[in-house]
Nanobody, 119 residues
Framework: QVQLVESGGGLVQAGGSLRLSCVAS????????VAWYRQAPGKQRELVAT???????IYADSVKGRFTISRDNGKGTVYLQMNSLEPEDTAVYYC?????????????WGQGTQVTVSS
């Protein structure tokens, strides 16, 4: 089973930056899209950004121009560079990918990393 491990969260002041990393076991990221989600207290989990195996990206309107998703297939890692952080960005951030093994599809999630932005 594929394991995803996020890191890079922390406490930062508004206007600051953080870079999150998500490492996957094996080469699963090289051939599958990867997404970052976040979940704030009392709110539903929301999609933040997605990157395809070809490098195409999609962002939530709330983070466009501030966040950048990228991937390093050689390292099996996907990054989320977060700039100009706002208190509203405070949440647990999760890495996600959907991959196939034979005829079955699997939905893999990391354990999450906390991002807290102080005003």
């Amino acid at each position: 089973q594929v394991q995803l491990v996020e890191s890079g969260g922390g406490l930062v002041q508004a206007g600051g930056s953080l870079r999150l990393s998500c490492v996957a076991s094996g080469t699963i990221f090289a051939i599958n899209p990867v997404a970052w989600y976040r979940q704030a207290p009392g709110k539903q989990r929301e999609l933040v950004a997605t990157i395809t195996s070809g490098g195409s990206t999609i962002y939530a309107d709330s983070v466009k121009g501030r966040f950048t998703i990228s991937r390093d297939n050689g390292k099996g890692t996907v990054y989320l560079q977060m700039n100009s952080l706002e208190p509203e960005d405070t949440a647990v951030y999760y890495c996600n990918t959907i991959y196939s093994r034979g005829a079955s599809k699997y939905n893999a999630w990391g354990q999450g990393t906390q991002v807290t932005v102080s005003s």
